[in-house]
């Protein structure tokens, strides 16, 4: 058990996570920044008018240039949003081709360690195996489908012809006549009577 919860775990989190991370933080932070500076913009256009209207027209300008100021902050940062938006997706994507790249590494690795299995010659033994197989599997399928030339077919009636002949091969007949009939002899003997033992 303690070497369970004593054991530092790697962390899955990479510097390109972290940057990416603190990017977005950034833009969070801009964002804010910016709804503040329209929120206040808003508010001293107001002010402007009423000051307009109450006739304080040097206040009305002052506060007139300090919006304009703000207003320029609010592009700059619209730009630098845009910046820490790019950069994000520019990290993010160059992560996603680091992923291809260390996938085409092992894809590449591994179809090394299979031509080191096998070479081209055994590639080449292999294919010329099976085309010999092949070409001699069309044989048998032309002799089996008919296409027999008139020749073919004299020499299979021959090859049967032997091939029946050994088969009908009797054996050899006796030269000698064959023995004569010969009586039959009752199994059961007969046996004298019994009267007569007594008499004798």
């Keep these: 058990m ?3 919860f004593g054991r530092k775990r790697r ?6 996570d972290r940057a990416v991370l603190q990017l977005k933080q ?3 932070k801009l964002r804010q920044y910016q709804k503040r500076l329209s ?7 107001a002010l402007a ?3 307009l209207r109450d006739g304080k027209k040097e206040k009305a300008l002052l506060l007139l240039k300090k919006k304009r100021y703000q207003e320029q902050l609010l592009d700059k940062t619209e730009n630098q949003i845009s ?3 790019r950069m994000v997706q520019d990290i993010e994507f160059t992560q996603i081709e680091m992923k291809v790249i260390e996938g085409l590494k092992i894809g590449n690795e591994c179809l090394n360690k299979m031509h080191q299995v096998m070479s081209i010659e055994e590639v ?3 294919i010329g195996e099976t085309q010999d197989a092949v070409e001699y599997q069309r044989q048998i399928d032309e002799l089996l489908a008919g296409s027999l030339t008139e020749e073919d077919e004299d020499a299979i009636l ?8 050994e088969q009908l091969e009797l054996p050899e007949v006796p030269s000698e006549p064959l023995p004569e009939k010969i009586p039959e002899v009752s199994p059961i003997k007969s046996r004298p009577k019994p009267e007569l033992v007594a008499a004798s």
């Design 26 to 28: 950034q833009r969070d």
């Design 39 to 45: 929120l206040g913009l808003e508010r001293e256009r």
């Design 158 to 165: 021959e090859e049967l012809n032997a091939i029946t002949q």
């Design 83 to 85: 910046n820490l938006e």
């Design 49 to 51: 008018r009423q000051l």
């Design 2 to 4: 303690g070497n369970l």
């Design 124 to 126: 080449e033994r292999i």
């Design 11 to 16: 962390s899955r989190v990479t510097e390109q």
